[in-house]
């Protein structure tokens, strides 16, 4: 095909002018497209004009960016290779932009991903200038960390094979040896590069968690993006000593200490912005795993309104938190958001007018006119000691970081019946089990209900992409269920629930591939009532304070996700995560999971590069 006389067919450009720009792009040493757009032809006009003559649909990609996960579905090499490259998914098949749908050879290796992938692809052509911009962006993870570990080959084969007795023969003791070569390895700028381009990634990529675990034959990096563990990339085992060291060096950790836990905290720029990394090291049989929770920008702004709280659960809240003394209980699991309810609560709070101090483990944000001090266990300053001390600083407000055992308890009912607001987490697997644990950690009866103002449970659950998520319309059988799951909401309170006609699922989108974006809480929210007082005096069980704290209108955590879904917020999908048996029928399938990029002990990529677009 010569694109100028198919131009001049196409009444792009006229045929006298065929010549004149023959002979220019002889001249030039570029792409015959850019020479032509500089010659005054629009792009655009270019690319309907080659699509025409092969048949084939167009796509002008512009600045539009391919999220990672589509990006991962086709190695670089093949792209590179092929001159093809993923542009998004729409309908469960992959949109594949491509230079020149005549090359059969590209469309065998599309048929083989195809396979590979478990989805149809779709071809459009597409424009050199845009193929050559999305290549680019295989710019990622893998490509950083493979071009480090090249640098590094080298340097960990001469660092490993010194002679340690010549270290010994010096006096050296075993610890003073291993910190020693420790040390020199995390010095090494390929390995800071290493470690510094995950933690770029995972910021980037908004991940809540880096998890760095050896295993027998690699090193796996995963990230937790929205609740879920996903592979980014695997190193070769013998780099994993050399990255530890170096995360325990930021970390200000003892580098010869590897047979027990230990915790540390560092703070690094990312994207302009600070962004602090908690670090928790756990020895297992093939090496020391890393786990990093991501703490964010310390100037987050926090508001109760962004929570996801219903109206009457904000209302309950907002009461309790005005209230003199008393005290307000979170519960969830580790990483259910509990942290960030409590400091949201802080920030509601007069911070002028009131002295409020906090007591953490770690403190994982700071916030404005609040006092926050962290707990040491390991030189004495616990919880419970850090409470007495607290009451001598004339506090009206305390945050303690999480009710662990029966003396922080006690202490903390005792600052609560004393005229202090007490805010805290305890583990337990719904609101109304707070009661339950309390009188297991050896609280009295008669004073949990002066001192239990408010009882919260809580959990995470994915948000739907803006705008993104289809409609589902309810049918009779799961109808039934959600009936029967609201069966007993007294009536009063009945009349402000939806309809439930429709709800929403997961649908996958080009700029939203996971149909999912980010995570909103769920609640379930009781305060103290004289009712409840006197059958928690009685011991009764928890199925009667369930039911008693259900006549005032509770809803389960299950009943709020259930809500937010027929209003859109969340996939119905996620309901079933908070217990139940709801099913849809023809449920979207997620995308694929991205395979991890593979790093060889060579430093090459030998899987999808993938990165992620903000």
Known sequence: MNLLTLLADAAVIPKERVPELEAELKKQDTEPEQALVKAGIALADILKA??????????EVGEKSVPFDILGLVPEESARHYRLVPLGEAEGALEVGITDPDNLEARDALTFISAKIGM???????????????LGQYK?????????????????TVETTKNPKDKRALGLEESELAETEASAVTEDAPVTKIVATILRHAAEQRASDIHIEPMSDQTRV??????????????????????????KVLSNMRLDEKRKPQDGRFSARVGGGKV???????PTYYGEKVVMRILGNQTKDWKLDGVGLSQRNLDLIRTAIKKPYGMVLI?????????????????????????VLSLEDPVEYTIAGVSQSQVRPEIGYSFANGLRTTLRQDPNIIMVGEIRDSETANLAIQAALTGHLVLSTIHTNNS??????????GVEPYLIPPVLILGVAQRLVRTLCPGGGKKVTVDDSMATMIKQQFADVPAAYRKDLPDFKEVYRIEP??????????????????????????????????????????????????????????????????????????????????????VPEVITEEGDVAAPVKEVEI
């Not at 080659?50 to 796509?59: A, L």
């Not at 459009?124 to 193929?131: R, W």
């Not at 969340?570 to 709801?582: A, M, R």
């Open 50 to 59: 080659k699509g025409d003559y092969y048949g084939v649909p167009t796509r």
């Open 140 to 156: 990622g993870l893998s490509g950083e960390v493979g071009k480090a570990l090249n640098e590094l080959e080298t340097e960990i």
């Open 276 to 282: 602090d990394f908690r670090v928790s090291t756990f």
């Open 509 to 594: 989108t080009p700029e939203c591939p996971s149909g999912t974006q980010g995570r909103v809480a769920c609640f379930e929210v009781f305060d103290m009532t004289p009712e409840l007082e006197r059958a928690i005096l009685a011991r009764k069980s928890e199925e009667e304070l369930k039911a008693i704290v259900r006549s005032r209108g509770m809803l389960t955590m299950k009943e709020d996700a259930m809500i937010k879904s027929a209003q859109g917020q969340v996939p119905f999908e996620e309901v079933n995560t908070l217990g139940g048996e709801f099913e849809l029928e023809a449920v979207a399938p997620l995308m694929p999971t991205p």
């Open 222 to 247: 995963r990230f937790r993006i929205d609740g879920v563990l996903l592979t980014n990339i695997t190193l070769p085992p013998k780099v994993h000593s050399s990255v530890v060291a170096r995360i």
């Open 432 to 441: 109304i089990g707070i009661i339950p644990r309390l009188l297991d950690m």
């Open 331 to 355: 519960s969830g699991p580790t990483g259910s958001g509990k942290s960030t309810t409590l400091y949201t609560l802080l920030n509601e709070v007069d911070r002028d007018r009131q002295n």
């Open 120 to 134: 149809p692809y779709k071809l459009f052509l597409i424009t050199e200038t845009d193929f050559e911009r999305l």
